[in-house]
């Protein structure tokens, strides 16, 4: 008797959050059930914050599988950024319902999976769907940590700039010193304690 040939499950990794002054960074992992079941997805950097909120719920809706995990901004002063970005993106992957044969990994550098074939594209986010999805969902979830960070820290105005080294952000920096979500390690950051 024929049987169809089981579809191999892949997974999309991204993460967001590498280049702010504060604040953790944060890796998606994505399954989708196949790669033009969500139309519109692209790299989140391209999307209005109304698409990616609109394609984040299809995505948590539609997909497979997904998972967010992260680094704090403590692992990341700890190890450094790039480390805390494939440990980030590792917690992500394992922490899936599923355990893909494959993951895409938006970029050019792996994290440390064993058992599990993985490959880097550079630019995934614009040619993986799996990719891309994974991609929305770090950035919308870590632009929401941002939002509740601004309510605890008021004076440096994160829901404007992210965390990211702004003009404004390194001014609010001189003016009020580090808080307790800023990365230590990142020399704006050190310039001013």
Not at 57 to 77: G, N, R, V
Not at 136 to 163: C, N, T, V, W
Request: a negative charge; one cysteine or more.
């Amino acid at each position: 008797m024929y049987e169809p040939p089981i579809a191999k499950l892949i997974a999309g990794v991204d993460e967001a959050g590498r280049g702010p002054l504060a604040g953790s960074v944060v890796a998606a992992a994505v399954i989708l059930k196949d790669a033009n079941s969500i139309p519109g997805l692209t790299d989140s950097k391209r999307l209005s914050p109304g698409q990616r909120r609109e394609l984040e719920m299809l995505i948590k809706e539609k997909a497979l599988a997904w998972s967010i995990a992260e680094a704090s901004h403590q692992e990341i002063d700890e190890i450094n950024i790039l480390q805390a970005s494939m440990l980030a993106m590792k917690r992500a992957v394992q922490e899936l319902n599923y355990q893909p044969q494959l993951v895409l990994i938006d970029g050019n550098r792996l994290p440390d999976l064993q058992g599990i074939e993985m490959q880097a594209i550079i630019k995934g986010d614009l040619t993986e769907p799996c990719i891309s999805a994974a991609s929305i969902l770090a950035k919308e979830y870590r632009d929401r940590q941002m939002l509740e960070l601004d309510s605890l820290y008021p004076q440096y105005e994160f829901a404007r700039h992210k965390g990211y080294p702004t003009a404004l952000h390194r001014e609010l920096l001189k003016q009020h010193g580090a808080c307790p979500v800023h990365r230590m390690s990142f020399k704006p950051v050190r310039e001013v304690c």
